[in-house]
């Protein structure tokens, strides 16, 4: 079986991970290094494949679809930063973006592999 995982989902679930320790922003380049490790232990823990929704049109839609929980930003080398709205709580973001996950991938997010890719140390 395959399943996809859209940046949406990505740059929530990093946010929810990375809030705690203060920040409220991400780069896309850790969000491919974040991803590629929540595909991989989804792989090794339950067999299936993941697809990465991660291009350019992906990150528009997110824009668009998820404004009231994302803005995104360029940093000086012209890298995409992806933010949580000032007033948006973890809270509202995990209700919104983990309550139909299934277990299997809210694990997979929150694995030490996944949470090492964000600069944080489990």
């Known amino acids: 079986m395959c399943m996809f995982i859209g940046i949406e989902s990505l740059a929530a679930n990093a946010l929810i991970e990375v809030e705690k320790t203060g920040k409220r922003d991400v780069c896309f ?10 595909a991989k232990f989804l792989h090794e823990q339950t067999g299936e494949e993941a697809i990465l929704l991660l291009s350019k049109k992906y ?24 933010w949580l709205k ?14 139909a996950m ?9 694995s030490p592999e996944a949470i090492m890719e964000l600069g944080i140390t489990v």
């Open 29 to 38: 380049e850790t969000l491919v290094k974040y991803g590629s490790k929540v």
């Open 59 to 82: 990150q528009q839609s997110m824009i668009e679809n998820y404004s009231n929980y994302f803005e995104v930003k360029l940093d000086k080398l012209g890298q995409r930063i992806f």
């Open 86 to 99: 000032d007033g948006v709580t973890i809270d509202e973001l995990s209700d919104y973006f983990r309550w």
């Open 102 to 110: 299934s277990m299997k991938v809210i694990k997979a997010f929150m």
